[in-house]
């Protein structure tokens, strides 16, 4: 741990990820918290999710964004984009709801100031794509396989933005459609893709199948839920664009079911969890249900530090079980009887 | 809530970073109609300045995001170093479980977070305008400019007398103290906009500082840019994280280039020139009455900027006095 992060807890005996024995006074250090996710080599399984984590400077001024399995950064477009005008938020029960509109810099601008920037911080970057055509997803996927080998990690197509495409119509929705873009994107870069997907479909595991077989390497499970809030008084929705996606621990039970029903189909697929992750045992849920790793979003919204505490917090939970590697657990869901 | 885990402190050594603390409140008392905090946070007391806010996380059913406060007070010196205070209004659930919360109790704060107001690098007098608890961030202001040696006026504006936060206070703070409410339960009856020309007139301001609702911040940009008097605003947008993530607290804000490009209120601001707020395509376009959001912006499709509009403000004088490149 870099020695400018202070860490003053009294209730915590263990420091840091490379500090000393843990609560229950297992050897939390010699737990291996690594995976391999579809060719990505994760020094964790803890990963910010795109949209949540801005351009990672914004967290990096809490801790040390190389201490994360990786960042995967606000989906990158063709063209620099302002996004949709205020209010693009609605708290929810146990979530929120969001219309943002990618607000982004632009895959040129993103290309020259952003990702320079993580490379120096020491950051495993992992570029999220969006676009609203084919072609604008092959352009931004060829931009980023100019930058230098080796600096972007791996490739998440934004397959599932509710937000961006007419009133609910995503890609994602269209198992033809997302092979088309997976196809388009995977055929221009040579580092591992993962397709992210909405469980706003009739079948996720038809979509999940038709990415894999256009190219996909993974796939990361799930995006936001297309949802809605009204004020009862004003009767304005709460959102300006009147729907947005729902996150937050609201999803959760949503997202993990989506996770092992295309782990049961798909089982060698590897699967990237995101939904309303929040503590250790969320992330050990994910893990079981058929997840190799998770990405955190709207818990960071929260609290800053929740990405680095759950790495922390994961390899603690298997030292005080005797579980020597997080891989371990991966699938492990144990039927009734 | 137990103070047991009081004390725990998270975050980087430099002074410009926000850290997370547990903190113990130290006390809850009425101010009004409004509720004001004060809780031990002493690495946050020690890197606030004027116009930051801190980010509370509330234990309310249901509620997951933490709720933005503006720093009202801080002390550095004396027996009660180390504090912060926060002024609130009970708008909702989160509020109303702070308005509950006991001394002793812990509540986890990050902070300080946002851009300060900047201070003037010149001799100019200074005009603090408020309009309901939006005072809150010009008592800490107020000092930080007197403590430079200049001269300040307030000029503050609510409803009704029970929601004029700090009116001792801001006599205290200031060489004159305006005050509107509009009932006419004290003060001068109307807005702080309506006695805005005869205030600047009075006191020779040559900047000013705002805080309030959104379309008071737009109508007292308007007159000032007007007037080419330069006035920075600390603007109140609905945040989601607080610390920059997220893109929800945008505000349209007018770039050099004349872009108008949405900057995010937590980490951009709070705190922006007023004559560079779009506010003609902000939702809060139509200055209203104190505290009802204006007309909503027109429809958009989120692609690209937002349509220019307006004359370019007098950028120069502007950026003079607030020692800008
Ligand atoms: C404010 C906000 C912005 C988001 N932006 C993006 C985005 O640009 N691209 C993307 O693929 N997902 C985006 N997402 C979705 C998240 O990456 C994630 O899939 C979803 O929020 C569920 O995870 P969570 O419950 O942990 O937030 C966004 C989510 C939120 C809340």
Known sequence: ?337 | MSSRQAGQLRGRDDVEAPVRGRCEVLSRRREGAYWTLTFAAKEIAERARPGQFVQIAVGAPHTLLRRPFSIARVSRQGASAGTVDVVFDVHGPGTDWLSKVEAHDTLEVVGPLGKPFPLPQRQVNCLLIGGGYGVAPLFLLAEHLTRQGLRVDMLVGASTLERLLGVVESKRLSASAVFTTDDGSYGEPGQVTDVLDDVLDRTGAGVVYACGPNPMLAAVSQRCTEREVPVQVAVEELMGCGIGVCFTCVMPVRGKDQHVRMKRACVDGPVFNGSRIAWDVSRYAVPSVLGEPGAVAGPGDGAGPLPDAGPPPDAEGDAAVWGEA
């Not at chain 1, 229950?24 to 250090?29: K, L, P």
């Not at chain 1, 949209?51 to 201490?67: I, K, N, V």
């Not at chain 1, 893990?287 to 998770?294: E, F, N, S, Y």
């Open chain 1, 1 to 337: 741990m870099n020695p400018d992060v202070r860490r003053i807890d009294p209730t915590e005996r263990l420091a840091s990820s490379g500090g000393g024995p843990g609560r229950d006074g297992d050897d939390a250090t010699a737990v291996d918290l690594r995976v391999d996710l579809g060719g990505l080599a994760l020094a964790n399984p803890i990963a910010t999710a795109s949209g949540c984590a801005a351009s990672g400077r914004e967290l990096d001024r809490f801790a040390d964004l190389d201490q994360l399995g990786a960042v995967v950064v606000k989906s990158i477009t063709r063209e620099p984009r302002e996004g949709l005008p205020t209010p693009r938020m609605a708290e929810t029960p146990s979530g929120m709801l969001n219309a943002i509109g990618l607000q982004n810099p632009g895959v040129e601008a993103w290309l020259e100031h952003d990702l320079p920037w993580l490379l120096e911080r020491g950051a495993t970057v992992v570029a999220s794509v969006a676009g609203r055509s084919v072609d604008d997803f092959a352009h931004v996927a060829r931009r980023l396989a100019a930058a230098p080998a080796g600096s972007i990690a791996a490739v998440e197509v934004n397959l599932s933005c509710p937000n961006v495409e007419d009133r609910g119509l995503v890609f994602a929705c269209s198992a033809p459609d997302s092979a088309a873009v997976v196809r388009a994107v995977a055929s221009a870069t040579d580092v591992p893709v993962f397709a992210k997907l909405t469980s706003d479909v009739t079948s996720i595991v038809e979509i999940a199948d038709a990415v894999v077989g256009a190219g996909a390497d993974g796939l990361t499970l799930i995006n936001t839920l297309l949802g809605m809030a009204i004020d009862p008084e004003t009767g304005r929705p709460g959102l300006w664009n009147t729907y947005g996606g729902l996150s937050g621990p609201a999803i959760r039970p949503v997202a993990l079911r989506n996770v092992h029903q295309v782990h049961q189909a798909l089982p060698h697929v590897p699967i990237l969890g995101c939904g309303g992750i929040q503590q250790v045992t969320d992330v050990v849920q994910f893990l079981r249900a058929g997840a190799t790793a998770v990405s955190v979003g709207t818990a960071s919204f929260v609290d800053p530090f929740v990405a680095w505490d759950l790495g922390d917090g994961l390899r603690r939970w298997l030292a005080a079980r005797g579980i020597p590697r997080v891989t371990d657990l991966i699938g492990k869901v144990e039927p009734w009887g």
